[in-house]
C-alpha cells in the first residue's frame, strides 16, 4: 500500500481539463512544500513535470498546474491532448523513516 | 548534459544478490551536493523509493521495507553509484531507475533520470 493516495484511473475528452489527487498526511503533503508530480509513459522513464507543489520544471507545457490544500496535493492537466495519456506519480518529503514516499499512481486516458 | 546510465544483470536467481550501477555522464557525482537516488517499478505496479545516497558518499537513506537488504554506496572515482539488494525473491522483480533530485535536499523532486533497466528474478 503506497503511503500516498492517488485515484487510480482518470478520462477526460482531448480539450478538456482534468485534476488528480494526491492526499497524504501532516508527515508529508500537508507539511511540507516538497511535494512534486512525474508523468510516465510505458517503457520511459518518469518525466518530471511539477516540483514543491507548484513548479513546472523548464520545458514542461503550462498546461500541467499543482496546489496543494492540507494533506491533499492536486494536478491539473487543461486542454487534453493524446499524447497526455500516461500514468501520473505525485511524491512527497516525509518526516518519516521513509523520507521520500510515492502515491500509487493514476492512470490517465484521453478518450 | 547530465544523463545516467544503470547496468546490471537483467536475470537473478532467488536468494542470490542483485548488484546494480548507475554511471554519471556530463557531470561529477561528487561536485555537487546531491542525494542520488535509487527508484523501482514491479511489474503492473508503482513506483517506489529504494534509497539514496549523499554526493560524498557518507550519508544514506533507504526504505525501511527494504533496509535490511539494501547497500547503496558511491565510488567518485568511476563516477557511478551503486545499489546492492540482497536475498533476491521474486517481488523484487521491477524496471530499476536510478535517478537525481533537482536540489539538496532528500525530499527534493528528481528531474534527472536513467531510461531503467528490468530485473527479473527467477531460477
Known amino acids: 500500500q503506497s503511503a500516498l493516495t492517488q485515484p487510480a484511473s482518470v478520462s477526460g475528452s482531448p480539450g478538456q481539463s482534468i485534476t488528480i489527487s494526491c492526499t497524504g498526511t501532516s508527515s508529508d503533503v500537508g507539511g511540507y512544500d516538497y511535494v512534486s508530480w512525474y508523468q510516465h509513459h510505458p517503457g520511459k522513464a518518469p518525466k518530471l513535470i511539477i516540483s514543491e507543489v507548484r513548479d513546472r520544471p523548464s520545458g514542461v507545457s503550462n498546461r500541467f498546474s499543482g496546489s496543494k490544500s492540507g494533506n491533499t496535493a492536486s494536478l491539473t492537466i487543461s486542454g487534453l491532448q493524446a499524447e497526455d495519456e500516461a500514468d501520473y506519480y505525485c511524491s512527497s518529503y516525509a518526516r518519516t523513516n521513509t523520507p521520500v514516499v510515492f502515491g500509487g499512481g493514476t492512470k490517465l486516458t484521453v478518450l | 548534459q547530465l544523463q545516467l546510465q544503470e547496468s546490471g544483470p537483467g536475470l537473478v536467481k532467488p536468494s542470490e544478490t542483485l548488484s546494480l550501477t548507475c554511471t554519471v555522464s556530463g557531470g561529477s557525482i561528487s561536485s555537487s551536493n546531491f542525494y542520488w537516488g535509487w527508484i523501482r517499478q514491479p511489474p503492473g505496479k508503482g513506483l517506489e523509493w529504494i534509497g539514496s545516497i549523499f554526493s560524498s558518499g557518507k550519508n544514506t537513506y533507504q526504505n525501511p521495507s527494504l533496509k535490511s537488504r539494501v547497500t547503496i554506496s558511491l565510488d567518485k572515482s568511476k563516477n557511478h553509484f551503486s545499489l546492492n539488494l540482497t536475498s533476491l525473491t521474486a517481488a523484487d522483480t521491477a524496471v530499476y531507475y536510478c535517478?537525481?533530485?533537482?536540489?539538496?535536499?532528500?525530499?527534493?523532486?528528481?528531474?534527472?533520470w536513467g531510461q531503467g533497466t528490468m530485473v527479473t528474478v527467477s531460477s
Open positions: 535517478a537525481r533530485p533537482l536540489g539538496q535536499l532528500i525530499g527534493d523532486a528528481f528531474d534527472v
